[in-house]
């Protein structure tokens, strides 16, 4: 339930329902727990990461949340945003901290009606 109750309290931060807490949604398992000690590894595991950037990317007018994700089978960071845009793009960063940044347009995040 950890991880469900994460996502639950990223998805109401990003669609401004409470104030963002710095806590991120994770989409795929624990692989991005790297630690240094290997050529080209980050000193920091992803979650420490996103932890310490999802308030300031959250800051960005446009972008709605952030997550772990894998791209091309490596750890990377995902910046969900409501629409692309060029200063968007210009704005966050290729990298944090050794994990690739990749922007997906998401649009509007909204919380689903309880049943």
Do not use: W
Not at 11 to 18: A, E, F, L, N, S
Not at 98 to 112: C, D, H, N, Q
């Amino acid at each position: 339930m950890k991880a469900f109750d994460m996502m639950l309290t990223a998805v109401i931060c990003c669609i401004g329902i409470t104030v963002c807490t710095g806590n991120s949604v994770t989409f795929a398992d624990q692989t991005g727990n790297a630690r240094g000690g290997e050529e080209g590894m980050p000193e920091k595991n992803i979650e420490e990461v996103l932890k310490e950037h999802t308030p300031e990317l959250m800051s960005r007018p446009g972008v709605v949340g952030t997550g772990q994700s894998l791209c091309d089978g490596q750890p990377c960071i995902k910046v969900f945003v409501v629409k692309e845009t060029p200063e968007l793009k210009e704005e966050i960063p290729d990298t944090l901290e050794g994990y690739p940044v990749v922007i997906k347009e998401s649009g509007k995040f909204r919380a689903l009606p309880r049943k």
